[in-house]
């Protein structure tokens, strides 16, 4: 071995919030449950601790060290035990390249001697602020000055942006439009749209309610990025029956919504099977999930029940400050057109449903971009590239898949109708290590076949309403992480099409899996991408070539990822949790950001959706997540007699139902 000091890099995403860590530790290294629970020496040298939050980590799972020239993985005695490469082991030697399983987590090693520490690359695909589509040519410090700046930095006023709290008179002298309402739902898009519509419900009144947004339609950005990761109208989302973002009740339900469409076309036959499949899920028959083209057609229809188009503005919101009457302020650009045509809009009550503010994109993928100028080859699965199945079905190719969740299940099965055009297409998938079991909690464990870990939906069906809600809701919030962590992770739906598209590539040969950890990305002479993985014990490499490569590893919701919500947990000294998302209270308000005034005057701030993973609710960015996140915050302004807000009375529940069913106006 070198003389020098031989250092380990470990490589793992969280499973929670898919995150990537890479530190580079001096050995012996220590991974467990418990910090406190491992040595800080052996034998007299100094432990690197890594805490690996998770009930399937042991307090002290394993250790590595160094045995003459080897380097060495011990199992201490833990309960699920440690794989490397996909193998169970209790002692063995380590080689660079290796894989450990430890709990849920995947851990790449790599030899390091004295290696500095990897330079971060903007790894993100942020959102147009002009287009709401995702935009490849954006970073991080644009977007900053984007979203914080106009193109003239005029506005917002550095007086505003620098102040806790801003006088009403101060903004009234400014010369901009102020306007008044009582609520105000900054987002514009499906979370914003389930708050306003349970408002309209309670008998809050068109007037007083203010939506800004991106798009008219609150559902704009999802449908395009299911588009782009070809999910077309016709194909079915990752959603339960009851889950019903047009429907707080949830009935009727999507399935027999569905079936009794099939009914009315003559399709008896049908309609019976989606009866059946309803409610014979998931043991006897696969988990029903709505048609997409279904779900946007049925909250179009409540749209205009509710007065939707009344209620939204255009807006793009670069700050929100406190106001000195115990209200806050919203500054606003009203246009993409004049850069100076702002506003401020002045509310009681504001709920942020902002969204995801960015699209991950594999850090030696960006680097590849930045490198070539190449947008075509190389794509994330989100953005839109049509362009490549195109091509594969008019020339043929090859293409390396990264990410083995849902969208890489739709990619799959994408290429498949494709090869039905073309059968020269092959299809590499590449992942970061074996997947040897489920993640695990208590007695339940996920099924895992060719590598992927199955699931209906992205948490276990308990997280949304039945004992793992209750419990989450009830642990503290330090404990919250490592529940999260137990019940997430990167699963795909068992749909039996999507698992013999699979079956049917490995046995035919047309698709293949391999694993491994990527060091870089090149374009070869023939303009094709070239993948090098690191061989193991330093022997080479392995070159993967390509003529595309699809990264379809998922959505970031972090809020120092969001400019405007990194500037408000800035301004306000804004706790995070676990997580790094915004920290919210089981009724999912910020108390924070309460505002109250010598008037007795007391403003509100609440939070739905992903920007608040981490906190007393699992499935935040699913649509009953969004629902149970506007019901809870409604309930808690009802409760507290705010005027306006009539509580959802059995009575008043069941008469809404019933404008519902006829399509009448809340009002």
Known sequence: MNSQPLRLRLTWTDTATGDCRSPILDLPIALGRIFEAMPATINGKRVSRIALSSSQVSRFHAVIGTEGNSILLTDTGSRNGTFVNGIRQTRCVLANGDMLQVGPYAIGISFAVNSPETPSVNSHIFFNPQTNGPDPALGPQIMSQVSQTGSRGEFPPIAFLHASQVSMRSLQSMGLPVTEVDWAAVGGGLGSFIWVDLLRICGVKIDRIAVLGMENQPYARYLRLCLNSQIPLRERLRSNSDSCPDNIWGWPPYALREAWQELLKGRLGMSLKLMWQVFAEPTFAETYTPRAGNVFDSIDREVDRIGWNQMFRYGRVRGIR????????????RSNADHRDHAFLIAKYVHLATGYPAIQFLPDLQAYREQTQDFESVVNAYEKHDGVYEKLEAS????????????????????????????????????????????????????????????????????????????????????????????????TAQRSD??????????????????????????????????????????????????????????DAKVKTSPLLNDLVAQYNLPLNGLGRLSVNNDFEVPELRNSSASNTEGRVYAAGAITLGGPYAPVDSFLGLQYAALRSVESLAAHRVAGVRKLSVWRSFVQWLKWVFNKSPD
């Not at 079956?503 to 993948?531: A, C, H, M, P």
Request: proline share 4%; glycine share 10%.
């Open 322 to 333: 406190k106001t000195d009457d115990g209200r806050y302020a919203i500054a606003y650009s």
């Open 396 to 491: 043929g190719g090859s293409v390396l898949i990264r990410g083995r969740g849902i969208v890489a299940s739709r990619v799959v099965q994408r290429i498949y109708e494709a090869r039905q055009r073309n059968g020269n297409i092959q299809v590499l998938h590449l992942m970061r290590s074996p997947k040897p079991q489920g993640n695990k909690f208590k007695l339940a464990e996920r099924k895992v076949e060719n590598h992927y870990e199955f699931q209906p939906f992205n948490w276990p069906k308990a997280c949304w309403g039945g004992e793992l809600r209750v419990l989450l809701e009830q642990a503290a919030p330090e404990l919250r992480p490592q529940l999260l962590t137990d019940w997430g992770g990167t699963t």
């Open 498 to 555: 999507w698992r013999r598209i699979v079956k049917e590539g490995l046995s035919q040969g047309w698709y293949q899996i391999t694993f491994g950890e990527v060091e870089r990305v090149e374009r070869d002479s023939q303009n094709r991408t070239v993948t090098y993985i690191q061989e193991k014990e330093l022997k080479g490499q392995i070159k993967l070539e390509a003529d595309f490569i699809i990264d379809a590893t998922g959505l």
